[in-house]
């Protein structure tokens, strides 16, 4: 089948001195075994009628050009060399960063190859981001045991992310966000039996601080609310049932409080994501990553969006993972992916009109 790839740009006026608010999302490739391609060109297919922010596709051209055909879409796929090509280009063609760093489209198939490609996107995606060359990145997904067979040292992309802005990893935030709930796990990606020995009120307050002032900074909150959740059953049932809410949690959050901060809790995980106490924090502070993540994926799952918190950068990514089970099938929902794109572009604005 002919390609539609072409790296002829004359058609398309560089855009000398671009403002940086006009700077396209720069979205990562993901691991081109998983949905993330396929997502991504669907995205694009739908931009208009989505209304959807700018992108570019940081390498990956082949990849993208198959995983469209794959889900029976005409996307013409652009080479450019320039970031700033990519507003001018985006209306007619999927702007694609560099022709290098390109590999063959395998869904459902994850290798070391392709796991380098994702690798190399993620890195091209940040950068972009950092220079200011991309408003902010979005991630498509990868996986974690994929990157780590090919040297990636970090448990995911959050810690990654972290290392590449020089944020302290404690003031790296993972933010879930859905329609429904606003959710942060205070541990991340670490096996459970580590979870209760890394709780500490020093963790709580880093994480909370950090949530207090994205929440202002970039969804525009004005007092931003945090219900924290205790660790143990019944929040320990007054030290029947673990002391981590008396000792950790609780002062902690007297603390929060202190300074300022709308913390309440801990509230017993089990019943703070009821219907009816949702609408009393914008956030909950969950202890572990299942914690937060099960009742987000639950309620959200199709729109919910992964949002990385404390960053001088905008990060977002969809909710869910790579997907292999379906990838190439063209059944996977964009949803997720064309939220993480809109709350990017919105964290953006927030930003700007905050300065
Ligand atoms: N942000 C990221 O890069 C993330 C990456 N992962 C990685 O993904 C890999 C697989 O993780 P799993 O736990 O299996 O989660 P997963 O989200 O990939 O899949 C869970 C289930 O949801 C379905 N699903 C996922 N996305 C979908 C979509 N867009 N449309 C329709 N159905 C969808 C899948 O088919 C599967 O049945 C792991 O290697 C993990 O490391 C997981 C979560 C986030
Ligand atoms: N389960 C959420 C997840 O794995 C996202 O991880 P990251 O790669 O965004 O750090």
Redesign the pocket.
């Known amino acids: 089948m002919r390609s539609s790839i072409t790296t002829d740009a004359r058609a398309v006026a560089p855009l000398a001195n671009a403002p940086l608010a006009l700077s396209p999302l720069a979205v990562s490739l993901?691991d081109p075994a998983?949905?993330g391609p396929e997502?991504i060109a669907a995205a694009w297919a739908d931009r208009a009628a989505l209304d959807l922010p700018p992108f570019l596709v940081a390498g990956g051209a082949h990849v993208l050009e198959a995983a469209a055909k794959s889900r029976g879409l005409d996307v013409p796929v652009r080479i450019i060399e320039d970031p700033r090509e990519a507003l001018a280009m985006y209306a007619h063609a999927l702007p694609v960063l560099g022709a290098g760093g390109d590999g063959r489209y395998t869904p459902g198939k994850p290798d070391r190859e392709g796991a380098a490609l994702a690798l190399h996107s993620l890195e091209l995606a940040t950068s972009l981001a950092l220079s200011g060359a991309a408003s902010a990145v979005v991630?498509?997904?990868?996986?974690?045991?994929?990157l780590a067979e090919v040297g990636f040292a970090f448990p995911?992309?959050t810690e990654y992310l972290a290392h590449a802005c020089d944020v302290p990893e404690d003031d790296a935030v993972m933010l879930l966000a859905g329609p429904s709930l606003k959710a942060v796990p205070l541990t991340i990606h670490v096996a459970i039996s580590e979870v209760a020995g890394l709780i500490t009120q020093e963790l709580i307050l880093r994480r909370a601080r950090v949530i207090d002032r994205a929440l202002r900074r970039d969804f525009g909150l004005a007092a931003p609310r945090i219900a924290v959740a205790g660790l143990n059953p019944h929040a320990g049932e007054k030290g029947r049932m673990g002391m981590e809410e008396r000792e950790i949690i609780g002062p902690a959050i007297g603390r929060l409080i202190a300074e300022g901060i709308a913390a309440t809790g801990p509230h017993p995980a089990d019943t703070m994501f009821a219907p009816h106490k949702r609408g009393t924090y914008d956030v909950a502070l969950a202890m572990y990553h299942d914690q937060a993540l099960v009742p987000l994926k639950t309620l959200d799952?199709d729109e919910g969006v992964?949002m990385t918190l404390g960053l001088p950068i905008v990060r977002t990514?969809?909710?869910?993972?790579?997907?292999?089970?379906?990838a190439g099938q063209g059944?996977?929902?964009?949803?997720?992916?064309v939220a993480a794109l809109r709350m990017a572009a919105q964290a953006v604005a927030h930003r700007a009109a905050s300065r």
């Open positions: 993901g998983g949905v997502l991630t498509a997904p990868v996986s974690k045991a994929a995911g992309q799952f992964n990514s969809p909710d869910h993972g790579t997907a292999i089970d379906i059944i996977a929902n964009p949803a997720s992916l």
